[in-house]
């Protein structure tokens, strides 16, 4: 029997939504009153962190303030939770800014575009991830020197993208829904028709260039061989192999201990998946310093060889914290930091990598810390954003709007949010002035985490 509102119903929930939230209202932010300092959300962040690795994360989100805003996911949490929202929930990213849309192979080894990054998911509203994404389009163009009308054309083109294609999705059937994907095969034909010849240039050589991004192309890039031995190579503060970073007694702990997390993490993996990974042997391991606001975090690679040396496999187990969002969301239904990424981003990508999992270990400091497990690079390709124009910008927004509509309708109300958001322009015209108004604030934020360099507050180094 059939349980629950018809479509009908959600529609009509979704259209009555607009007098009690009227989107006219999502183009508000003003600062709260009391609104916490910038810097401590991000020393709070910082207090869990590797000490040593701290000042690399203020060295990189004080180059600028795009770079800032990609380690402020926290300090927006904050900021949305005062917004406006109809109450709508769904899977967030927690972090969709636009480079966090990116080239990603499927299991099937197609080129695909979808999300990517998914250390802050958690269900919430559905707002808060379009509103990351919209600013990031604002802070970017600024970056790029584009004028606010064309700043303004950009954000309204990623969230009517957004919007035309939840209303698509409220009239698919589910499967339909969780089968569609992005194949970059089709996305380049697509775009043949959009682009102009230096656009369609650039396209085909950031597809190109994702290919060669692999396990191979990583294993050459990041390992040495000598005496018959692979091992991963020193670039510190970069890259650090265990033997280099601990004495003795404390490196060969952590090497057990993170010899057991990639046999003990396999349990979360598919039982064909599991047995792949069974066929592989651990060979080495090395810290890595990745992202901007992940910097800091305990991060491992992990290198693994099969039948022989030109059998490699890159693994990174990356230390998951609580969500960003959690404090304003809510905890989320997992009590495992590592399961809740892994469980968010299966939900959320189209298709995912086949050695995602998680697992729990307790470090030499005797603290346990949870802890998901990806390939390091996997036909990985990203947008080169700083140098788009604005034609260019427009048509990577259309993209990244209707991939975050495809990804939240898998878990919300695509019916509901489809028709709150309806056929006129009125909430992507409120969405342009919401960017504009938070590139505002995180240009102030950025300024605030400049003055507290320069005022010994907190240490920066380059990287």
């Not at 009509?12 to 999502?26: D, F």
């Not at 399961?339 to 939900?347: D, H, K, N, S, T």
């Not at 995912?352 to 990806?374: A, K, M, N, Q």
């Amino acid at each position: 029997m059939t349980t629950g509102p018809t479509p009908q119903e959600r529609a009509e929930a979704g259209r009555a939504l607009r007098s009690e939230v009227p989107r006219t209202r999502h183009a508000e932010f003003t600062p709260a009153a009391g609104r916490a300092d910038p810097v401590d959300i991000i020393e709070r962040q910082s207090a869990l962190r590797v000490p040593e690795l701290v000042p690399l994360r203020y060295g990189r989100m004080l180059e600028s303030p795009f770079r800032f805003y990609r380690g402020a996911a926290a300090i927006m949490a904050a900021d949305l939770a005062t917004t406006p929202s109809t109450g709508l929930r769904t899977q967030l990213c927690g972090d969709a800014h636009l480079l966090n849309f990116r080239l990603l192979a499927s299991p099937e080894r197609h080129l695909m575009f979808d999300l990517n990054d998914f250390d802050e998911t958690l269900p919430g509203p559905w707002e808060w991830d379009v509103k990351r994404l919209a600013a990031s389009f604002a802070i970017a163009g600024r970056g790029n020197g584009f004028p606010e009308k064309v700043r303004a054309g950009v954000v309204r083109a990623a969230c009517a993208s957004y919007r035309e294609e939840m209303r698509r999705y409220a009239d698919m059937r589910t499967l339909e829904v969780w089968y569609a994907h992005a194949d970059m095969a089709d996305v380049e034909a697509e775009e043949a028709h959009e682009l102009g010849s230096r656009g369609r240039a650039a396209l085909a050589r950031t597809i190109e260039e994702a290919r060669t991004r692999d396990t191979v192309q990583a294993y050459r890039k990041l390992t040495r061989r000598s005496g018959g031995q692979v091992r991963i190579a020193a670039d510190p503060p970069l890259i650090v192999p265990l033997d280099d970073l601990l004495p003795d007694v404390e490196r060969d702990r952590l090497t057990e201990q993170i010899s057991g997390l990639v046999q003990s993490y396999g349990r979360t993996l598919r039982s064909d998946h599991r047995r792949l990974l069974e066929q592989y042997r651990v060979v080495d391991m090395a810290r890595k310093v990745v992202g901007v606001g992940s910097v800091g975090t305990r991060c491992w690679i992990v290198l693994l060889l099969g039948k022989d040396m030109d059998d490699p496999l890159l693994l990174q187990a990356k230390e998951a914290d609580e969500s960003a969002l959690a404090p304003y969301a809510g905890p989320g239904p997992h009590t495992h930091q590592g399961e809740r990424v892994v469980a968010g981003q299966r939900l959320m990508q189209a298709a995912g990598d086949i050695f995602l999992g998680w697992d729990r270990v307790t470090g030499i400091d005797g603290r346990p810390r949870d802890f998901y497990v990806r390939q390091l690079r996997d036909w990985k390709g990203i947008m080169p954003t700083d140098v788009m124009v604005p034609t260019g910008m427009r048509r990577f927004a259309v993209r990244c709007g209707a991939t975050l509509a495809r990804a939240h309708a898998r878990s919300g109300d695509r019916i509901a949010i489809g028709a709150y958001l309806g056929r006129s322009t009125v909430f992507d015209e409120a969405l342009a002035r919401f960017a504009e108004r938070y590139a505002d604030q995180n240009e102030r934020d950025h300024q605030t985490l400049r003055e507290a360099v320069r005022a010994g507050r907190v240490t920066a180094a380059a990287s």
